[in-house]
């Protein structure tokens, strides 16, 4: 099992700037990729960022050039989010893969854009 646990959401203004981070625990080692997800209002859970063991990374064609994924250890990741636009209003999720493809979740931390 893996908990994970989100943290840095707030409320930001049009063309600000927000660093999510992501803390994990318990069997860290059994995870295959590391990734961010978010839910807005009305819609559907979506991939934001993704990273696997080898460093690539994977994003939304809605965040190229404006969001970053990152990880400093096995059990720390970030998303450093620039530029960020009123669209990107949304409830953000740490998630993360095992090996067996099993999914973990955060609770959320919500992100707000003002225009």
């Known amino acids: 099992q893996v908990q994970l646990v989100e943290s840095g959401g707030g409320l930001v203004q049009d063309g600000g700037s927000l660093r999510l981070s992501c803390a994990a625990s318990?069997?860290?080692?059994?995870?295959?990729?590391r990734g961010w997800y978010r839910q807005a209002p009305g819609e559907q859970r979506e991939l934001v960022a993704t990273?696997?063991?080898?460093?690539?990374t994977n994003y939304a064609d809605s965040v190229k050039g404006r969001f970053t994924i990152s990880r400093n250890s096995a059990e720390n990741w970030y998303l450093q989010m620039n530029s960020l636009k009123p669209e990107d209003t949304a409830v953000y999720y740490c998630?993360?893969?095992?090996?067996?493809?099993?999914?973990?979740w955060g609770m959320g931390t919500r992100v707000t854009v003002s225009s």
């Open positions: 998630n993360a893969k095992d090996v067996w493809r099993r999914d973990y």
């Open positions: 318990g069997n860290i080692f059994t995870m295959s990729v």
């Open positions: 990273m696997v063991k080898d460093g690539s």
